[in-house]
């Protein structure tokens, strides 16, 4: 399984980017995939996961309302929309993807295959 991540860049706050990951090497249908976060001298965190075949979505705490986590099927390609971005949001996002077992899978363990970051800057 291959994840590219794009679509990161320089935003003011308040503005909104979409990241997408494009995904290949497997079909997805039973499959997990999400988003995570990293800013300099923090762990990786959860921002946003789906699951494929349902749609079924789950949130942090911190970008519920804000982002929203899509795919499209036909293109094997996973989205971040992101909008009212803060200053806190700004960090190297990756995507990420594992077949489904069971599990909340908003824990960076959960998930085997990982995408290269794409950088995030919100000015403020």
């Known amino acids: 399984v291959q994840l590219q991540a794009s679509g990161g860049g320089l935003v003011q706050a308040g503005g909104s980017l979409r990241l997408s990951c494009a995904a290949s090497g497997d079909t997805f249908s039973s499959y997990v995939m999400g988003w995570f976060r990293q800013a300099p001298g923090k762990e990786r965190e959860f921002v946003a996961r789906?699951?494929?075949?349902?749609?079924?979505?789950y949130y942090a705490d911190s970008v519920r309302g804000r982002f929203t986590i899509s795919r499209d099927n036909a293109r094997n390609t996973m989205y971040l929309q992101m909008n009212s971005l803060k200053a806190e949001d700004t960090a190297a996002y990756y995507c990420?993807?594992?077949?489904?077992?069971?599990?909340?899978?908003?824990?960076?363990?959960?998930?085997?295959?990982w995408g290269q970051g794409t950088q995030v800057t919100v000015s403020s």
């Open positions: 789906i699951m494929w075949s349902l749609g079924v979505t």
């Open positions: 990420a993807a594992s077949r489904y077992i069971s599990g909340r899978y908003d824990r960076t363990q959960e998930y085997g295959y």
